[in-house]
């Protein structure tokens, strides 16, 4: 029996020309002229309560006031300074609750200056324009450091290090370096192959070798480095995605959304990728969010997005929840899944318990089941690190996180890490970014010392 005779997921659901428009740019870039006007509604505070909300602490109204001065590829550099995948996080960064929602012409009248495209509208026009690398390398200080994982961490931190004159190779598991800007983030909001351009950008540095296929445990282990190297930066991200725990999490049509977004991300075709017509989501972050989202776009005709506490525990924006809802998706709360549906190996629906927090806060099952058809299950609901590389060796944990102090160093003396792998990490492309670049001017500070 195979899964197309009995659950309704196929490929070719729409015509050509929706796959375009679907996974065309979510937030095209402004003009000139819009930026332009856009800039002039800018206050340029003196205390700059935007930029204070930035977490790699780009001088906000200094970028803006340069494209107010018709000179975005100067802006570009002002933001490169501080956050050199600006580009990205001008992408995906959920500015609606970091720059912009401490904005002072949000909290007066509830509409920000659009930080995020002027952003982009800068980082793009420096990028396009083919301009000289911003930044150039200081004279060699004849160190070497390994960096474990080209993801937002990673890049970032290697990028600092050769700026300051060190030799930087990147070991990295995947095929390609991008980490999760390259499989993890939406294809809608990274168009046109932009997750790579960048990491062109960032090696112009030059300094950096980047060796894929490599991954820590398998190809290269720790001591291996930290012998070989003056520092090691560990970017390792969560390679884990947490279980159901039900009976027939196995069958067919039960999948990662984690998964599904990479694969996703990597198709040449489109139309070529099977997705149901019932589709479940299973969580409240933004991977949740993004799989459901684009599984609409994929065509599936009902798409629904189940969480086990309310809306305001979701992890995921409320602009990105509402985005999602304007393109038909349904989400529901407190609802978690109590039982899987399967017949002959294959998925045929789900079903949920209804939630609820007691007097002590703690949620718990009331004991009401609702059930919804579904040829498609993603499970979206959170990653977990994989400490199997690290284990019984001197890095210390912390809920199989690394623990990290001052300058992201971790207990081992000659290894820093940063990203989603540490320990109190926020999982947010920009976070990783100042991560990186924290542990590199950090690692500097020692091997100069």
Not at 22 to 29: E, L, M, Q
Not at 52 to 81: L, Y
């Amino acid at each position: 029996m195979t899964l197309s005779e009995t659950s309704d997921v196929k490929a070719n659901r729409l015509s050509s020309a929706d796959y375009a428009d679907n996974f065309s740019d979510i937030h095209p870039p402004l003009t000139p002229h819009e930026a332009l006007v856009e800039a002039d509604r800018c206050y340029f505070c003196y205390d700059a309560p935007c930029m204070t909300a930035c977490p790699t602490s780009i001088d906000i109204p200094m970028f803006i006031r340069k494209i107010q001065a018709a000179n975005p590829v100067g802006s570009a550099k002002t933001i490169f300074e501080e956050n050199i995948m600006g580009g990205m996080c001008a992408r995906v960064c959920p500015t609606e609750t970091l720059c912009e929602e401490a904005c002072v012409r949000e909290i007066a009248e509830g509409k920000p200056v659009k930080i995020g495209l002027l952003q982009r509208y800068a980082t793009d026009t420096f990028m396009e324009r083919e301009q000289p690398h911003p930044f150039a390398r200081a004279a060699s200080t004849g160190k070497k450091v390994a960096v474990i994982g080209a993801g937002p961490a990673g890049l970032s931190c290697a990028h600092r290090l050769a700026s300051l004159g060190h030799d930087v190779v990147v070991y990295e598991a995947r095929e390609k370096a991008g980490g999760l800007n390259e499989y993890g983030i939406a294809s809608y909001k990274t168009t046109n192959d932009f997750a790579q351009d960048e990491v062109d950008f960032i090696l112009q540095i030059g300094g950096i070798s980047i060796e894929n296929g490599k991954a820590l445990g398998r190809d290269v282990t720790l001591d291996q480095l930290t012998a070989d190297f003056d520092a090691v930066f560990l970017g390792l991200g969560l390679p884990g995605v947490n279980a159901l725990g039900l009976e027939g999490e196995d069958a067919a049509g039960v999948v990662d959304a984690v998964d599904f977004i990479g694969v996703l991300r990597q198709a040449e075709d489109l139309s070529q990728l099977e997705i149901g017509r019932r589709v479940v989501v299973i969580g409240g972050g933004m991977t949740a969010i993004d799989a459901a989202m684009q599984s609409k776009l994929l065509g599936a005709e009902d798409v629904t997005v189940v969480y086990r506490r309310g809306q305001e525990y979701m992890n995921a924006s409320l602009y990105e929840q509402e985005l999602a809802q304007t393109h038909g998706v349904v989400i529901r709360h407190w609802l978690m899944p109590s039982s899987l549906n399967v017949s002959g190996g294959v998925l045929t629906g789900i079903t949920l318990e209804k939630t609820e927090l007691d007097t002590g806060g703690k949620l718990v099952g009331t004991g009401e089941l609702v059930t919804l058809d579904a040829d498609q299950v993603f499970k979206a609901i959170g990653q977990t690190p994989d400490a199997g590389p690290l284990a019984g060796g001197s890095i210390e944990l912390e809920k199989g996180r690394i623990r990290v102090g001052d300058g992201r160093r971790t207990s081992h003396p000659k290894v820093w890490a940063g990203g989603d792998c540490i320990a109190g990490g926020e999982d947010l492309t920009v976070v990783s970014v100042e991560d990186g670049k924290t542990a590199a001017e950090s690692i500097h500070k020692a091997l100069m010392a």
